[in-house]
């Protein structure tokens, strides 16, 4: 028996969470920040072959008060990190961060003082995608799954916010990479 035979015509039943969750996955506004060679896979998912503007990504913008997701895309310099949190703070809330590119994601084969060892340590990321530079397709397939966790897994008010302060905690006493054990040097 499916929900139309226990269910009056016409009525639905959902939580506010769980529409405004529905609402959010399909309208993130994406701030532009691309840094190396990602960058260009980046552009590549919004051209006409792969269209983002399917998924309710029509625009890039330019605007950090006009974004809600991060997509960080190449290699993040010491001199680029502060740059990239001042951009994170003024981005519109829910907020989210998404690691394009092994070197966002912990800096690559960039293993020295000028390259941040992963971008987790300046904002909270929410997605990792490996690769470099990634492939257009699995973009949309990262940002499919970050749908997936905004619409079921993004709680509101109070709940968020203690959310968003664990997740900072947890990114600022995270060990670097080049002190996890088991790296070569």
Same mark, same amino acid.
């Given at each position: 028996?499916?929900?139309?035979?226990?269910?009056?015509?016409?009525?639905?039943?959902?939580?506010?969470?769980?529409?405004?969750?529905?609402?959010?996955?399909?309208?993130?506004?994406?701030?532009?920040?691309?840094?190396?060679?990602?960058?260009?896979?980046?552009?590549?998912?919004?051209?006409?072959?792969?269209?983002?503007?399917?998924?309710?990504?029509?625009?890039?913008?330019?605007?950090?008060?006009?974004?809600?997701?991060?997509?960080?895309?190449?290699?993040?310099?010491?001199?680029?990190?502060?740059?990239?949190? /001042? %951009?994170? *703070?003024?981005? #519109? =809330?829910?907020?989210?961060? @998404?690691?394009? &590119?092994?070197?966002?994601?912990?800096?690559?084969?960039?293993?020295?003082?000028?390259?941040?060892?992963?971008?987790?340590?300046?904002?909270?990321?929410?997605?990792?995608?490996?690769?470099?530079?990634?492939?257009?397709?699995?973009?949309?397939?990262?940002?499919?799954?970050?749908?997936?966790?905004?619409?079921?897994?993004?709680?509101?008010?109070?709940?968020?916010?203690? /959310? %968003?302060? *664990?997740?900072? #905690? =947890?990114?600022?006493?995270? @060990?670097?990479? &080049?002190?996890?054990?088991?790296?070569?040097?």
């Amino acid at each position: 028996m499916g929900i139309e035979e226990k269910l009056p015509s016409g009525v639905l039943l959902s939580t506010v969470e769980g529409l405004a969750g529905y609402m959010r996955k399909a309208s993130f506004w994406p701030a532009t920040f691309g840094l190396a060679c990602c960058a260009i896979e980046m552009m590549t998912s919004g051209g006409p072959k792969y269209d983002l503007a399917r998924f309710g990504m029509e625009v890039f913008r330019a605007s950090p008060r006009q974004a809600d997701l991060m997509i960080v895309a190449g290699r993040v310099s010491q001199k680029m990190a502060p740059v990239l949190r /001042q %951009i994170y *703070d003024q981005m #519109a =809330e829910p907020k989210w961060v @998404l690691a394009m &590119g092994v070197c966002a994601s912990s800096g690559g084969m960039f293993n020295n003082y000028a390259i941040v060892q992963g971008v987790d340590h300046v904002v909270p990321v929410d997605m990792y995608l490996p690769g470099c530079p990634p492939r257009p397709e699995m973009l949309i397939d990262a940002i499919l799954k970050l749908h997936d966790k905004v619409q079921h897994d993004t709680p509101f008010g109070k709940n968020r916010e203690a /959310q %968003i302060r *664990d997740l900072e #905690a =947890e990114a600022l006493v995270a @060990l670097p990479t &080049g002190d996890q054990r088991g790296l070569l040097r």
